[in-house]
């Protein structure tokens, strides 16, 4: 069943905005009566049907409202730095939002290239993401943070920062994380982290972690962080 974002469901019926109508009447061609699947991005699934097929102002209406739709019973939060090649970043957004992931921070390191992402593009990736994995919750996309701004406002959980740096002691994953425990998980860029900020999060209480014996890609890094917390929450 074809899933559809829109983010100001209220009431028994909804209007699609321009965007998704006409991938619903002219490009899936969907006509009245076709059971359909919404998601508000507030962690609601809604099932329903095409009552008024228009290629401008579809209308749906809502038969069935599933709350706190496959709602976790933890919080993951991702601060990682922004890559030089944006599809690599971008790769990124879509696989952890797929797997699972409530918020992301595009964090401003000492190797950090690129310092700024696509606000816009990165949040229409979330919701095709959201749509294809039937996340009902959107994934919270945060305003760049520098990397010293950042390890002072924590949140709740335990903090942990990935790093490859075989002069530090690192733990697994697995070591330091415990079932339904809040977690955010710091990944650095091309370069890794220097010392200096190493030694900063660690003086803030971040646990020092690794992700197994290879020297992973920061995109692959993030993606392979988001997937140990998910394998150890089910």
């Known amino acids: 069943m074809q899933i559809f974002y829109a983010p100001n469901i209220n009431g028994d019926t909804l209007i699609l905005d321009e965007k998704e109508s006409k991938h619903c009447i002219r490009v899936l061609r969907m006509t009245k009566g076709t059971p359909v699947r919404l998601i508000d991005g507030k962690g609601n699934l809604y099932e329903g049907f095409i009552s ?9 209406s809502i ?16 601060a990682i730095s922004p ?3 944006p599809e690599r970043f971008e790769w990124f957004i ?18 950090t290239e690129k310092q700024s992402v696509k606000n816009e593009r990165i949040n229409n990736i979330i919701v095709s993401a959201m749509k294809q994995s039937i996340k009902a919750a ?27 740096n075989s002069s530090f ?29 190493i030694s900063a999060a660690l003086r803030k209480k971040f646990i020092p972690v690794h992700l197994g014996s ?6 692959t890094a993030g993606v392979a962080a988001c997937h140990s917390i998910y394998f150890i929450n089910q």
């Open 94 to 111: 879509e696989k952890s939002v797929e797997i699972g992931v409530d918020e992301i921070t595009p964090l401003i390191c000492k190797n």
């Open 138 to 164: 959107k994934t919270v996309l945060n305003e760049p943070y520098i990397f010293n701004d950042f390890i002072t406002h924590t949140g709740k959980g335990i903090n942990m920062i990935a790093h490859c």
């Open 214 to 219: 290879s020297r992973l890609r920061t995109e």
């Open 63 to 78: 038969s069935e409202i599933k709350a706190d739709y496959e709602k976790r019973n933890y919080r993951l939060h991702i």
């Open 52 to 60: 008024e097929p228009d290629s401008k102002r579809c209308m749906i």
């Open 169 to 197: 002691e690192r733990a697994k994953i697995s070591e330091v994380y415990m079932k339904n425990e809040s977690a955010v998980i710091m990944i650095g860029p091309e370069g890794d982290f220097s010392n200096d900020e």
């Open 83 to 85: 890559l030089k090649n």
